[in-house]
């Protein structure tokens, strides 16, 4: 699903003063010393950024990006939750311990990964199942340390002692910092995954407060910060770049959407998507694996009916293409 362009509530750690979050992505509660901080999600005893991070930011009241209206009509299709029961569907995550024993990894595309070792236990979740033929994501969170690491396209090399893989990435995530521009993840877009998916405990729990990420079969050749990568040649203007932010309209009326589908819906029109990814058109992510049982696939089919015309693109920053 990429192209790489080589040618290619909850404790509050600390956090890093802001640094790589554009002026226009920091919530007006971050800026405004005497307003309450939102809600930051926590997986595994871990803050998922800081509160002023873009994944965690409010866009409800974003102004439209000029081009909105061009975006939207160059992206046809209906939403479809690109997860379900079937635990071969969705992207698992794996919770490791700060002991865990980190093994050596090899990556394809070296120059714009994460060096090795990564504690990467024996027999992790791997996306679509240990033989599974595609993007192969292997996504680690380190409790303690609140590290998370993330590979694409892994392999276990003798019995799981050591790795190969396309790409790899690591996050601090008591951290802002973004990858340096012009570097890929283990995502196209350079972003992380794990705090972009849809997870059970969130949706059980009635809130997800965090922006997703939405794949589209055509990007142009650009990004926008927190994305640091782009996976196209096309300079058109109406494709939208890696890390467009598009958020589902307050008018559209999801008073009949029922269950865990109005909880992805509020989120949506809360947090909005981020462009993170090529594939198929308004395809957006969430838990997979062993917890896929959790999902009531008869709820997230009724996303299945919402149509691009529901989303407008907001504007949170300039295209870069370095």
């Not at 996976?231 to 865990?260: E, W």
Request: proline share 8%.
């Amino acid at each position: 699903m990429r192209t790489l362009t080589s040618i290619l509530t909850l404790s509050i750690l600390a956090a890093c003063g802001g640094s790589g979050v554009p002026a226009t992505l920091q919530p007006s509660a971050a800026r405004g010393a005497a307003a309450a901080l939102p809600a930051v999600p926590v997986v595994g005893g871990c803050q998922i950024f800081p509160s002023n991070n873009p994944w965690n930011t409010d866009i409800s009241n974003y102004p439209l990006d000029p081009r909105s209206a061009a975006y939207i009509a160059a992206l046809p299709g209906n939403l479809h939750p690109d997860f379900g029961q079937d635990p071969h569907y969705g992207i698992p995550f794996n919770i490791v311990p700060s002991t865990q024993k980190k093994v050596p990894v090899t990556f394809m595309y070296g120059s714009q990964s994460n060096p090795g070792p990564y504690p990467i236990p024996r027999n992790p979740q791997i996306e679509g199942g240990k033989h599974s033929t595609g993007d192969r994501h292997v996504l680690i969170l380190q409790q303690g340390k609140c590290k998370l690491y993330e590979m694409w396209d892994a392999f276990p090399l003798d019995h799981g002692r050591r790795w190969r893989a396309g790409s790899g990435a690591l996050f601090h995530l008591n951290s802002n910092k973004l990858r340096p521009n012009g570097w890929t993840s283990a995502d196209a877009a350079g972003l992380p995954i794990l705090p972009a998916l849809v997870k059970c405990a969130e949706v059980q729990a009635g809130a997800i407060e965090h922006a997703l990420r939405v794949t589209f079969s055509q990007t142009q050749e650009g990004y926008i910060h927190p994305a640091t990568h782009y996976a196209s040649d096309s300079r058109s203007k109406t494709l939208p770049p890696m890390g467009l932010r598009i958020r589902m309209k307050a008018s559209y009326d999801i008073s009949g959407i029922t269950g865990q589908a109005h909880v992805i819906a509020v989120a949506m029109k809360t947090y909005g998507m981020l462009v993170a990814d090529n594939g198929s058109n308004w395809y957006f992510q969430g838990e997979g694996g062993k917890t896929s049982s959790c999902w009531n696939n008869n709820d997230l089919d009724q996303l299945k009916n919402v149509p691009n015309t529901a989303f407008e693109v907001v504007k949170t920053g300039r295209i870069l293409r370095k």
